[in-house]
Structure formats: C-alpha cells, structure tokens
C-alpha cells in the first residue's frame, strides 16, 4: 500500500535558524498536504499543493511539491518559538485517500 | 470548532473496563478515521471508514473495535486495555472524491490506562 516518510522525527534549533521537514511518498500523489499541531492540541490543515513542482507560501513558511509529485518539503525561515509543534504531510490519492507521514516535532529553544 | 466533536475528551479507566469513543462529524464528509497519537510519537492510523465500510485496518489489537454507523458518526470501542494504550487518540474526516479535501481533526481523547 502507499507508504508516506518523513523526515526527520526530531529536529531542535535554535530560535532564528532555519528548518525543513522532508516528506516522500512510494507512490506519485494527486496532491499533498501540511498539517500543524500544537503542543496539546490536534492537527490542523495548513496548505494544499496539487501542481507539478509547485511552490507556495505563507509568511516565513515555503512549501514544495515536487516534479514528480512524489515527495515534498516545508520550509519555514527564522523560526519562532511561536512555531513549536509537530508537522505533518499527508499524500493523497486522486480518489481522496489521505495517507499521513509520522510527522517531524520541531522544538525551538528561545 | 472544526466540525469533528469527540467525548469524551478525557477518559480514565482499568484494564479490565468496557468504554467507548465517540465522533462526530458535521461536515458532510464520506471517510472518518482514528489515529492514535502516543507521547511524543508521530501519527498512527489505526482504522478509516469510507461510506460507512471500513477499508482499513492496521493490523490493530482487537481490544480495539471500531463501529461507523453511518457516515456522520465513528466509534472506538475499548476493552481489556493495556497501560501501553495511553494515548490521545485522534477522529478525523474528509471528503474522499475525485478532488482531495483537507481533513478536519476533532480535539481527541486523552486515554489513560490503569
């Protein structure tokens, strides 16, 4: 079945330095999607990227589908501590299954 | 509010007691799921329900039984749990068509085992 990785797990910085979370799918994906969860809280939906190669962004967070519409990437610039939390892709089908990555924690020390 | 209710949001129990998870969805989707999310551990998908069928089931312990009696409502039915099922556990749903929605997430359940 299709499988999402991600990586890494764990990633700990230092408040202003830069991180990405990396996600690759087995299968080529219709599209793919970010989550967000905060510490204590559930997973909420972030941005959508259908496209071949697209890039997209919000604020300080850049977003990349790849050209092969099998992996993915989350970029966020400057990080904040306001941005802890877990990050999670999801690939989905063109018949509307979704399939979650196992996430990346980001901890970010003030 | 995101359109996915879950009770209750917090839950204690023994090893040797019968409780049920409840979900609830609002939003006219087609699939709900449960994930179980332990401390500090990513996702897991444990079942997903399109249409009321379950098309999924990850090799899950049957001291977990799922129920979806129709497309708005998603059950997880606990017994003779063990201290290692501590975890929040997750209901979401989506839309599964031709084009992918986003799936709503509701706040979970925080399950704790003793």
């Known amino acids: 079945g299709q499988q999402v990785m991600q990586i890494p797990q764990y990633q700990h910085v230092q408040e202003g330095e830069d991180f990405t979370t990396y996600c690759n799918s087995s299968?080529?994906?219709?599209?793919i999607q970010w989550y967000k969860q905060r510490p204590g809280g559930h997973p909420v939906f972030l941005i959508q990227?259908?496209?071949?190669?697209e890039v997209k962004k919000q604020k300080r967070l850049t977003f990349q589908f790849g050209e092969a519409k099998k992996n993915s990437s989350l970029h966020i610039t400057a990080t904040q501590t306001t941005d802890v939390g877990t990050y999670f892709c999801?690939?989905?089908?063109?018949?509307?299954?979704?399939?979650f990555g196992q996430g990346t924690i980001l901890t970010v020390h003030p | 509010e995101t359109g996915v209710t879950q009770t209750p949001r917090h839950l204690v129990m023994g090893m040797t007691n019968k409780k049920s998870l409840k979900c609830e969805q609002h939003?006219?989707?087609?699939?709900m799921y449960w994930y179980k999310q332990s401390a500090k551990k990513p996702l897991e998908l444990m079942f997903v329900?399109?249409?009321?069928?379950?098309?999924e089931n990850n090799s899950v312990p049957s001291r977990f039984s799922p129920e979806c009696p129709n497309s708005s409502h998603l059950f997880l039915h606990l017994h003779t749990l063990q201290p290692e099922d501590s975890a929040l556990y997750l209901c979401?749903?989506?839309?599964?068509?031709?084009?992918?929605?986003?799936?709503?997430f509701g706040q979970g359940t925080r399950l704790t085992v003793v």
């Open positions: 979401a749903s989506s839309q599964m068509s031709t084009g992918v929605t986003e799936a709503f």
């Open positions: 299968t080529t994906l219709s599209n």
């Open positions: 990227l259908v496209k071949s190669g």
């Open positions: 999801a690939g989905g089908t063109s018949y509307g299954k979704l399939t």
């Open positions: 939003l006219g989707h087609n699939a």
């Open positions: 329900y399109s249409l009321e069928e379950r098309v």
